[in-house]
Antibody, heavy 122, light 107 residues
C-alpha cells in the first residue's frame, strides 16, 4: 500500500524557516517524480515544486522560487521541502504527492499524503 | 505560463441530475489533463487522467472528454456523495497548474 506521511509543519514567524518532510512507503520511491502541492485555508490547490526520480530535474512555482528548496533522499524514501523567508501568504496545508507514472513529469498526481499545516504569523 | 480556467465556480443540482464542469486551457495541452475530487476535509483524489481515462475504482458515472484547450467533466447522475470541489490540472509541462475549482452541491 502506498503511503505518504508529511511532517514538519507548524507556526513560524514571517521571515522564518521550516523544513517539511514526507516519508514514503509501499512503492519504489526512486522511480517516481515527487511533488509538493499546497492549499491555503479555504482556497484551491497550488502546485509548489517537483523533483525528478534522481534529482536531475527540479521545478518551482514562481511564487516560491528562490525561497523554497525541494530535495529527496532515495536511500531513505524521503522527500523534503526547505522553506525560507516565509511569508503570511505561504500559510497553507502542504501535501506531498506522487506521480501516477514513473520516470516522467508528464503525469497527474495519483497518491497524496494527509498534509501538514504551515502557519506563518507573528 | 498556461492558465486553466474552470466554469462554473459553483453549481447546485438535484440528485440524479447530469452535471457538467468545463476546464479551458489558455494554450493547447493535447490530452494532458486530469480531474480531481476533493471532498470536505479530505485529500484530493484523482478521478480522471489523459482527459478521459477513468482512474481505477472511480464510479462510471464520472466521465471526461476534450483535447487541446477545452475539456469537460461530466457526472451522469449526481449522487449525495459527489458533493465536493472538483479541480482540473494540466500536466503537459511545468508548471502543473490547477484550475480554480468548481464546488458541487446538492439542491
Amino acid at each position: 500500500e502506498v503511503q505518504l506521511v508529511e511532517s514538519g509543519g507548524g507556526l513560524v514567524k514571517p521571515g522564518g524557516s521550516l523544513r517539511l518532510s514526507c516519508a514514503a512507503s509501499g512503492f519504489s520511491f526512486s522511480s517516481y517524480y515527487m511533488n509538493w502541492v499546497r492549499q491555503a485555508p479555504g482556497k484551491g490547490l497550488e502546485w509548489v515544486s517537483s523533483i525528478s526520480s534522481r534529482s536531475s530535474f527540479i521545478y518551482y512555482a514562481d511564487s516560491v522560487k528562490g525561497r523554497f528548496t525541494i530535495s529527496r533522499d532515495n536511500a531513505n524514501n524521503s522527500l523534503y521541502l526547505q522553506m525560507n523567508s516565509l511569508r503570511a501568504e505561504d500559510t497553507a496545508v502542504y501535501y506531498c504527492a506522487r506521480d501516477r507514472q514513473g520516470f516522467t513529469e508528464h503525469a497527474p498526481f495519483e497518491y497524496w499524503g494527509q498534509g501538514t499545516l504551515v502557519t506563518v504569523s507573528s | 505560463d498556461i492558465q486553466m480556467t474552470q466554469s462554473p465556480s459553483s453549481l447546485s443540482a438535484s440528485v440524479g441530475d447530469r452535471v457538467t464542469i468545463t476546464c479551458r486551457a489558455s494554450q493547447g495541452i493535447s490530452n494532458f489533463l486530469a480531474w480531481y475530487q476533493q471532498k470536505p476535509g479530505k485529500v484530493p483524489k484523482l478521478l480522471i487522467y489523459a482527459a478521459s481515462t477513468l482512474q481505477s475504482g472511480v464510479p462510471s458515472r464520472f466521465s471526461g472528454s476534450g483535447s487541446g484547450t477545452d475539456f469537460t467533466l461530466t457526472i451522469s447522475s449526481l449522487q449525495p456523495e459527489d458533493v465536493a470541489i472538483y479541480y482540473c490540472q494540466k500536466y503537459n509541462s511545468v508548471p502543473r497548474t490547477f484550475g480554480q475549482g468548481t464546488r458541487v452541491e446538492i439542491k
